[in-house]
């Protein structure tokens, strides 16, 4: 079955984890309002991720700490699905301006959602139609491959992970590479460029790969890959060769580079998709690394003019 042919309710419901804020928002915008707000009745406010990583914020908040599990804060929600939070401090809320702080952030967290499902839904429609559309002159192509990469699809490669856990094989290694950046590339030098930094990752992640290993494009810019039965050190000296790969690569516009995350599936109780889901954090993590890195900004920021 192909991508396409999943109905449009149960892609919905799928694709809105794959989605992050970055994904759905300019955050500049989403301050520039933070920014009013606070401006008009002295509230500090801070949004994160659905992890709790800092995407903007209007007041200090170096010292605080996001809580997103025990302590939430106002949970922004898309689809059903939460994509980030809200914290603020009041304690510098202009005398008898407090309830006009609340209805008002109450106001703008509604509107950030309802601008996310008409984002999220309009992108996924989008992406639906071509799809269909694609199968439809084509017949079989995309039932397993993703049209642009070659890896694995996202439904397919889900297929492969149910057959996976049903095959109890343990241990497996479960990576996560995320391309940073890619938005950047998007930005500066188009469509095409950007896809095109998504087929040289994907080419990376092939080359690297072992002929056991699963590849799958299960996002945008996301892929998730599968070791099974790993040996020792294999799957971390695997992220290390294309994360060098990548930070080798020389080009006239595109850096390209990935966030990698590991961990792995030692019970065969345990789901891969909930293996995958540890890794990701495993990736942010790592993602923050990178971007703090002076010479990795340096490098992506050299063919820009």
């Known amino acids: 079955m192909g991508y396409g042919a999943l109905p449009l309710e149960k ?20 301050k520039g309002q933070m920014r009013l707000l606070h401006e008009l009745t002295g509230i500090k406010i801070l949004l994160t991720d659905r992890h ?3 995407m903007a914020a ?36 202009v005398a008898g301006k407090e309830r006009l702080a609340a209805d008002f952030l109450e106001q703008l967290v509604r509107m950030w959602e309802r601008l996310g499902e008409e ?20 017949g079989t192509v995309g039932e397993k491959e993703d049209v642009l990469t070659g890896l694995f699809n996202k439904t397919y490669f ?14 497996v ?12 590339a998007n930005d500066h030098f188009g469509d095409e460029e950007s896809d095109r930094l998504i087929r040289i990752v994907a080419q ?32 971390e000296d695997y992220m290390e060769r294309i994360q060098k790969r990548c930070n080798d690569y020389v080009d006239t516009k595109l850096t390209p580079s990935v966030a990698v995350g590991l961990m ?31 010479t990795y900004q340096a490098r992506l920021h050299k063919n820009v003019k």
């Open 204 to 235: 990376i992640l092939k080359e690297e790969a072992g002929e056991e290993y699963l590849l799958g494009r299960v996002d945008g810019d996301v892929f998730h890959i599968i070791i099974p039965a790993p040996e020792d050190g294999e799957a």
């Open 119 to 138: 984002v999220f839904w309009n992108r996924e429609s989008a992406v639906y139609i071509d799809e269909m559309e694609l199968e439809r002159k084509n």
């Open 11 to 30: 892609r919905l419901k799928e694709n809105i984890r794959n989605y992050r804020l970055s994904n759905l928002y300019q955050v500049e915008t989403l």
């Open 264 to 294: 792995y599936k030692s019970n065969v109780e345990e789901k891969l998709e909930d293996v995958f889901a540890d890794a990701e954090y495993r990736m942010f993590e790592n993602k923050f690394e990178i971007k703090q890195d002076p």
């Open 158 to 171: 889900k297929e492969r992970m149910k057959a996976m856990d049903e095959s109890e094989i343990v241990p």
């Open 58 to 93: 209007v007041g200090n908040f170096a010292d605080f700490t996001p809580e997103v599990v025990g302590e939430p804060g106002r949970k922004l929600r898309v689809a059903n699905r939460t994509v980030g939070h809200v914290y603020t401090r009041e304690e510098e809320v």
């Open 52 to 54: 709790g990583e800092k």
């Open 173 to 184: 290694a479960a990576v996560e590479a995320n391309i940073n950046d890619w938005k950047f």
